[in-house]
């Protein structure tokens, strides 16, 4: 029987604080612990990939199997809290007697006082509680897995756990832990470009508004105050030394100070009717108008204020506040290391954070130059409408399978049902056939599908989208016939499960977590086709690890994978890798993947 180590370490980010071990069912020495990491035939425990992370970022060497408690709850109830913290009052009856770790104002502190960057200023019974704290994380580690291995081993999901979640877990370690080149001189070069043009457009919106400099354009209070009403006002105050001062007519003084005056903008706002209220918010603001941009651009998309602030201003500031300006941050030595979250959804699809990835703008061509930062010897391939293919072959649609069994276009196909005639690649109507394919895909109801619409950028009332979707559904019957029957399906039985076998848990028609049923339904048959994309995207790159290890896998983002290679791969090795793609998911389709590896110099070339 192998020997199980147990692990739980504290740092600062680059200093090892103290060590949490635990070999079988007892405390073991620092030095054979390291042993015991580098050993391939000991098991490994660990709450998320924190602490091997850690160990491989700073060289120490890390062999064997490896199990997370945290995919295991996740494979046994993805919708419940994943933290050890909760895992361990559900599953061991624990409540920790030393308070957590938190995080605030940049820094982790512990006990809410001692941040863990001047450990050494601690005093002495300080240390002692956090060495404590450790030790007591290790033993309910342990208690926690045996909890949740027994729940596995009687469950239906233990075999589907070892072999599709417990070497993906490995693989998604080694990808975090290579990193991502990154050009940061282009990096700054190009923040310089999008911040000009972010101010480009908050002066173009604050021209159309007449708005004053203190309007804040990121406070949905205040966005709500000019969007939504005819006049209103708001507090500011002004230097003495203004020049030239506004007329009483746009700012009413309530007191002059010694070096400010002190009052009220009276503005004009543009008097849209409302958007709905948030659905998911709880508390104030739940009861209040949205100034999300898929509610902007769905409710006013035609609006001028509303696309130069949802379609630039907000474009190119989260450019820079997720991207541009983080990047030189988070870089170590060239490269980006960011973490790919194996339970970060519910779906099985990976996603990424610190920083993520998953959302950079493929197709406009900002998001393409952000992209062309990443700079390397990469081997760059993508799969082709694979969640549509998966849809294929779920419903047997006859045009669905016909498009794919001759390679033909599907987002122009759907164009064709809708608007009459088969578009061209760069015709707008095929984009608006693939987000119409894609929003099919979420089970999208008429006011969903016309906000996906508004937001790739075409405007579109719930009345359109309705006739939308009632002519695809005529053009592709079967499809929507299958739909329809995988939420019957989940409703009869509480959940649906991916073709790799990954059960998503729902809830019955009844029940009282069934409170938003429109939800649930897309929540069903996106499992389905998102998640079953994910099982064939897991299977086909451990198999490329496997099979061509003088790759390195560097990020898997939605459907594509990047690949750094050290000598130029021959058109042999090409191949043989599109044919591991395409087929190495063992799974029986009805119709082709297509995936097209190619060698690039950066990430936009693909």
């Known amino acids: 029987m192998s020997d199980t180590l147990y692990l739980d370490i504290e740092n600062d980010g680059d200093r090892l604080l103290m060590v949490g071990w635990a070999l079988n069912d007892g405390p073991v020495k620092v030095d054979l612990a390291r042993r015991y990491l580098a050993d391939p035939s000991v098991v ?14 700073h060289g120490w060497k890390v062999a064997g199997p490896w199990f997370d408690t945290k995919v295991m709850a996740w494979v046994l109830d993805e919708n419940q ?12 009856g624990h409540r920790y007697k030393v308070k957590r770790l938190t995080q605030h104002a940049g820094r982790v502190w512990f006990d809410g006082r001692w941040p863990l960057d001047e450990y050494d200023k601690w005093p002495d019974n300080t240390q002692e509680n956090f060495q404590r704290y450790n030790a007591e994380d290790v033993e309910t580690l342990r208690l926690l897995y045996k909890e949740l291995r027994e729940g596995l081993r009687h469950s239906e999901f233990e075999e589907y756990w070892l072999r599709e979640e417990v070497p993906y877990s490995s693989l998604i370690l080694n990808m975090e832990v290579r990193g991502l080149p990154i050009d940061l001189d282009a990096t700054n070069r190009l923040a310089v470009e999008v911040r000009d043009l972010r101010d480009e457009a908050e002066a173009r919106l604050r021209e159309m508004s007449g708005l004053p400099e203190s309007f804040n354009l990121n406070s949905p209070d205040q966005l709500r105050l000019y969007l939504f009403t005819k006049w209103f006002t708001f507090p500011d105050r002004l230097p003495m030394d203004t020049d030239p001062l506004p007329s009483d007519l746009d700012f009413e003084v309530h007191k002059v100070g010694q070096r400010y005056i002190h009052g009220v903008w009276k503005c004009r706002g543009r008097g849209l009717a409302p958007t709905p209220p948030p659905r998911k918010k709880v508390g104030p603001e739940s009861h209040k108008p949205s100034t999300a941009s898929p509610e902007l651009l769905y409710k006013h998309g035609r609006d001028p204020f509303v696309q130069v602030l949802c379609q630039d201003y907000r474009r190119m500031d989260k450019l820079l506040g997720t991207y541009l300006d983080k990047f030189p941050v988070v870089a170590n030595k060239g490269r980006i290391y960011g973490r790919f979250n194996q339970t970060g959804t519910v779906t099985g699809r990976l996603s990424s954070s610190d920083p993520n990835l998953q959302n950079i703008p493929a197709r406009r061509d900002i998001g393409k130059r952000v992209r062309g930062l990443f700079r390397g010897s990469f081997i760059i391939g ?16 006859r045009r669905l399978l016909d498009v794919f069994r001759t390679g033909g276009d599907p987002h122009a196909l759907t164009a064709q049902a809708v608007f009459g005639y088969l578009p061209d690649h760069d015709d707008p109507k095929r984009d608006m056939g693939k987000t119409l394919n894609y929003a099919i895909g979420y089970g999208a109801g008429p006011r969903t599908l016309a906000k996906s619409m508004a937001l790739a950028g075409y405007p579109t009332d719930e009345s359109d989208a309705r006739e939308y979707l009632a002519a695809v559904e005529t053009f592709y019957p079967r499809l929507f016939r299958w739909g329809r029957n995988v939420i019957f399906q989940a409703r009869k039985s509480g959940g649906v499960s991916t073709i790799g076998g990954r059960r998503r848990h729902l809830y019955s028609e009844h029940a009282a977590g069934w409170k938003d049923m429109k939800y649930a339904e897309r929540q069903a048959l996106n499992t389905v086709v998102q998640g079953s994309a ?22 898997q983002v939605h459907d ?28 029986k389709l009805k119709v082709p993947l297509v995936f097209v590896p190619a060698v690039c110099s950066d990430w936009s070339q693909k």
């Open 534 to 555: 994910a099982d064939v995207f897991r299977r086909t790159l451990l198999q490329s690890e496997r099979l061509l290890p003088e790759l390195r896998l560097l990020a």
């Open 560 to 587: 594509e994978a990047i690949w750094e290679y050290g000598e130029v791969p021959t058109g042999e090795r090409l191949a043989f890798l599109q044919r591991v793609m395409e087929q190495g998911h063992d799974f």
């Open 382 to 397: 993508d799969y082709d409408a694979l969640e549509m293919r998966l849809m294929a072959h779920f419903s047997g649609d």
């Open 81 to 92: 809290p994943l933290d050890q913290e909760s895992l361990t009052k559900r599953y061991v």
């Open 44 to 57: 490994k425990v660990t709450q998320s990939d924190h602490d091997l992370r850690w160990f491989l970022m």
